[in-house]
């Protein structure tokens, strides 16, 4: 079975830039794979970052990006803030209208 | 605007039939290239994506879960139904309809299903 893989957790400091990844527990995530990124916090239900690889959804500030990172997608937050501390998922389209998401990275701003 | 809520017994008990609704609103089911996922969510785990209808009605369920999945939708009543068979304890999570097909763009508030004697 497929396993979507992330880092556990992940610690930036306030204004730094940190890149979270998206991995394949055999084979490489590639743009056919259209991943996408969502932000929770603890209560909350995800909310749309990236999708498409690289795409922004609606009302996300542009420093967050998504890209292809050699064999992973990935996530990278620009200037980082307080409140994004928060957990990111990711999924892949694996083919035949079915997803995969990873176990999500805990990102701690300090 | 787009809303997406669940609704659903909070409490089952195990083997029993789950039966989960999402009623959206602000777009219609039968609109093509859409569609909607249900995704759970056990207490401080990951996300777990479980079953998608699209607007033709085609159907895909995870496939771990497929025995114990049937997702349906009444474009009509703009709702899509998830039923989920013999309940265990380790389906205790929280529930999510999500709409979309490549991305996600909407997802509704979540309801959190007990299982327990």
Known sequence: QTVVTQEPS????PGGTVTLTCGL???????????SW????PGQAPRTL??????????????????????KAALTITGAQADDESTYFCVLYMGSASWVFGGGTKLTVL | QVTLKESGPVLVKPTETLTLTCTVSGFSLSKPRMGVSWIRQPPG???????????????????????RLTISKDASKSQVVLT??????????????????????????????????
């Open chain 1, 10 to 13: 992940f610690s930036v400091s």
């Open chain 1, 25 to 35: 527990s055999s084979g490489s995530v590639s743009t056919s794979y259209y991943p």
């Open chain 1, 38 to 41: 969502y932000q929770q916090t």
């Open chain 1, 50 to 71: 990236i999708y498409s690889t690289n795409t922004r959804s609606s009302g996300v500030p542009d420093r967050f990006s998504g890209s292809i990172l050699g064999n």
């Open chain 2, 45 to 67: 785990k990951a996300l777990e994506w479980l079953a998608h209808i699209f607007s033709n009605d085609e159907k895909s369920y995870n496939t771990s879960l497929k025995s």
């Open chain 2, 84 to 117: 989920m068979t013999n309940v265990d304890p380790v389906d205790t999570a929280t529930y999510y309809c999500a709409r979309g097909w490549l991305v996600y763009d909407s997802w509704g508030q979540g309801i959190l299903v007990t299982v327990s004697s």
